[in-house]
């Protein structure tokens, strides 16, 4: 996404240890977003519009490998490991966590339409603005339309939902974050994606072409 356009920020969770799993995971070589042209082309007109508002996006995930969300299973099925409750599912029942949804087995991200993103304001050094909840924060307050979440949360979410959808993005409404690029210009793969997150594997070639 930087090559498509370098003022979208990216701060690519799984690509670190700061996401709800506690470390790197599977198939994240490089913090890179990676989507599919038509993808990453109405992220950059959503993020044009934005910046004319005094906003901007940051990226938190794009193209995720299937050996990614298995470790996302395996991590939910580790009932023995709570070291991130507190952090991301602080009133669910891990055991829940794949009954309940929060956890699949497979991904929409694995085509390549799908990002997680946020707002920032460029102007106060590119920090998130209020969402009411952080990103993959397994609650149901991160439900899009959650009535619980203060104003400023509130108008932050609509606006993001709104400029997205103004370029074709529709928003998963359990997860305000979450959008896919419809119609997706990669049909579901089977078997699914599994190529790691880094540059060279699709040869920079999403990016370069504008």
Same mark, same amino acid.
């Given at each position: 996404?930087?090559?498509?356009?370098?003022?979208?920020?990216?701060?690519?969770? =799984?690509?670190?240890?700061?996401?709800?799993?506690?470390?790197?995971?599977?198939?994240?070589?490089?913090?890179?977003?990676?989507?599919?042209?038509?993808?990453?082309?109405?992220?950059?007109?959503?993020?044009?519009?934005?910046?004319?508002?005094?906003?901007?996006?940051?990226?938190?995930?794009?193209?995720?490998?299937?050996?990614?969300?298995?470790?996302?299973?395996?991590?939910?099925?580790?009932?023995?490991?709570? %070291?991130?409750?507190?952090?991301? =599912?602080?009133?669910?029942?891990? !055991?829940?966590?794949?009954?309940?949804?929060?956890?699949?087995?497979?991904?929409?991200?694995?085509?390549?339409?799908?990002?997680?993103?946020?707002?920032?304001?460029?102007?106060?050094?590119?920090?998130?603005?209020?969402?009411?909840?952080?990103?993959?924060?397994?609650?149901?307050?991160?439900?899009?339309?959650?009535?619980?979440?203060?104003?400023?949360?509130?108008?932050? %979410?609509?606006?993001?939902?709104?400029?997205?959808?103004?370029?074709?993005?529709?928003?998963?409404?359990?997860?305000?974050?979450?959008?896919?690029?419809?119609?997706?210009?990669?049909?579901?793969?089977?078997?699914?994606?599994?190529?790691?997150?880094?540059?060279? !594997?699709?040869?920079?070639?999403?990016?370069?072409?504008?």
């Amino acid at each position: 996404m930087r090559f498509v356009d370098a003022s979208v920020g990216q701060d690519m969770r =799984y690509a670190g240890g700061r996401n709800f799993t506690g470390a790197v995971v599977d198939g994240y070589d490089e913090a890179e977003c990676l989507l599919a042209r038509p993808a990453a082309l109405a992220l950059r007109r959503a993020q044009q519009g934005l910046l004319r508002r005094g906003y901007g996006l940051l990226v938190y995930d794009c193209y995720r490998p299937q050996r990614a969300v298995d470790r996302f299973v395996r991590w939910a099925r580790d009932l023995a490991d709570q %070291r991130t409750k507190e952090s991301y =599912y602080p009133h669910v029942d891990k !055991s829940l966590l794949i009954p309940h949804g929060y956890i699949a087995e497979r991904s929409g991200h694995n085509r390549g339409s799908t990002v997680d993103v946020t707002l920032v304001r460029p102007a106060a050094g590119r920090r998130p603005v209020d969402m009411g909840t952080p990103f993959d924060f397994f609650d149901p307050l991160s439900h899009t339309d959650d009535p619980r979440v203060g104003p400023g949360a509130a108008r932050h %979410r609509r606006l993001l939902r709104e400029s997205l959808a103004a370029e074709g993005f529709v928003n998963l409404p359990e997860e305000w974050w979450h959008f896919t690029y419809r119609p997706e210009p990669i049909p579901a793969p089977s078997p699914p994606f599994d190529f790691p997150v880094r540059l060279a !594997s699709v040869g920079i070639g999403i990016a370069r072409n504008r």
